[in-house]
DNA sequence: ACTTTAAAATCTGTATACGATACGCCCGCA
DNA sequence: TGCGGGCGTATCGTATACAGATTTTAAAGT
């Protein structure tokens, strides 16, 4: 097919396997995914213009990963359930403290004008009313220390549990009451990066998850009284 | 080939790829690969006696979970770096003081009874002098008080770095010394299981992480004196 | 009209084949 | 004798093909 592109120079930097999963995994973060899309290896092939293989190849990577399911009809994103959440709020509260003092310590000003830059516009856009705009700024707050993190096992442990995140970001923002304390909370955060202070990172970001387990219970309750997407039939 | 053995039922539980990943997993978690071992997809698939497709998946799956690293000739096992260890001990403190916590809590009788036996085999191995039976029994104390962590997220974090610390085993071994130092520490964080006492069960694991890299530090810098295996040719 | 059964479509898993790349080895040359 | 360039081989990445399994669809019988 399309394999007359540049065999000389198939793998500019990387393999096509690697190419899509890199794709398909910024689709997942950035929720362009959604729960009732099935993801089958020959589409993704053929969107690709390969063969199967490395787009089962990716497929089959993200699911071993987590990041996708695969069932008997195609990949597709990967049921979280409520208890997962909740094991993954408890875990959040070991390690996240740690992360963001390490960041504290060792944030550098350009990378910290980055991450102001980011509060500043999610602030804007709450504002604004603009909720995708900020939902996206305070996404890529988050992905900003993520990525700071010198202790790399600590920060693949955090960026392993980035789905059932997005989960929960979902679910709490469509109550509106949370979206000044999540810029709130980005804010202080920012503020102890910014004065280098280790000790009030963690403490912020501890506040900040028993916040969002509030807010995703309450999220949960609400959503059980009146379901808003019925599913198929049942 | 053999292709004719079982179409039917050729997936009695599960696929090729799934086989032999598991197997090749229970040699990397036994040590049964060594440093200088290269496993090439073409002989692993020769020796299950399938085609390159399954022994692939299986090997970039072990890769891609970080428990081998593919070169341009074969895999082979991942270059544990220093850095690597110390961030793997700061991970460790963080999070398995909160899993022996909720297993103390939660572990039934049954499961207990398994530990208890791994902790005599331990001791009983360390007295008669049988180095490679204490090694392997303490080994199993781990994965079993591993296994039953309730907060299954929190579990596959900790199952994720296993093959760092096969590395720290490894080299603290040599030293007999520590020896007794895994025993009790095994025996004492048992006795806290024993007692349910999460509080003590938390507070042996912590002691426990902090000799070993008391002993780990040791290793490394008696091995920067008298390296014992010189590396090739540097 | 409802149930039951059979066929077809769909998807996965595996086999085989081919092209490209990287490394090592050998030979020629200085 | 030492060094550089060409060649061979080992290995990976991808393409294509086929078989098994499962789900869906449709048809037929009650």
Do not use: C
């Not at 293989?53 to 497929?59: G, K, N, W």
């Not at 008997?72 to 049921?79: A, C, E, I, M, N």
């Not at 102001?116 to 988050?142: D, P, Y």
């Amino acid at each position: 097919m399309s394999a007359l592109l540049e065999p000389g120079r198939a793998r500019g930097q990387q393999s096509q396997a690697q190419i899509i999963h890199d794709v398909l995994m910024g689709r997942l973060q950035r929720g362009e995914i959604g729960p009732e899309d099935r993801l089958v290896d020959t589409s993704v092939a053929a969107e690709f213009g390969v063969s199967r293989m490395p787009a089962r190849d990716a497929l089959m990577r993200l699911s071993h990963g987590g990041y996708l399911e695969a069932t008997t009809r195609g990949f597709v994103l990967p049921r979280v359930t409520h208890t997962e959440i909740l094991e993954i709020f408890d875990l959040r509260r070991l390690v996240e403290p740690r992360a963001v003092s390490l960041v504290a310590q060792t944030i550098d000003s350009g990378q910290l004008a980055e991450l102001e830059e980011t509060v500043i516009a999610a602030r804007k856009a709450m504002q604004s009313g603009n909720s995708e705009l900020m939902f996206k700024a305070s996404e890529r707050f988050r992905n900003g220390w993520i990525a700071v993190i010198p202790n790399h096992s600590l920060r693949k442990v955090i960026q392993r549990y980035m789905t059932p995140i997005q989960v929960v970001r979902m679910m709490t923002f469509d109550d509106r009451v949370n979206h000044p304390l999540i810029v709130d909370g980005n804010t202080n955060l920012y503020t102890a990066f910014a004065r280098r202070d280790a000790v009030a990172a963690a403490d912020t970001i501890l506040s900040f998850i028993h916040k969002g387990e509030t807010a995703y219970l309450k999220a949960v309750s609400a959503e059980r009284s009146q379901p808003q997407q019925p599913a198929k039939s049942a």
